[in-house]
């Protein structure tokens, strides 16, 4: 996949020189920032899912609660 986006100069700046510190190309770095976040994002799932329940949880026990 080909995806291309514009960077105002002092990110495009930014860029540049940390792909060189790390000796990859620009493209290469923003192509592995962006895997790292896809995976970083579905790695959290698990734990959204589990933070959605518990906070079902607490809004029904804060309901019975407030029924007293």
Same mark, same amino acid.
């Given at each position: 996949? /080909?995806?291309s986006f514009q960077l105002? %100069? $002092?990110s495009e700046i930014a860029l540049q020189q940390e792909a060189a510190g790390l000796g990859v /190309?620009? *493209? %290469?770095? #923003? #192509?592995d920032i962006v895997k790292r976040h896809l995976?970083?994002?579905a !790695? !959290? #799932? $698990?734990? %959204? %899912?589990a933070m959605? #329940?518990?906070l079902r949880e607490n *809004? *029904?026990?804060l309901r019975r609660f407030a029924k007293r």
């Open positions: 996949m /080909t995806i105002d %100069q $002092p /190309t620009p *493209e %290469q770095l #923003a #192509a995976l970083v994002r !790695d !959290d #799932a $698990p734990f %959204q %899912q959605n #329940a518990s *809004e *029904e026990l």
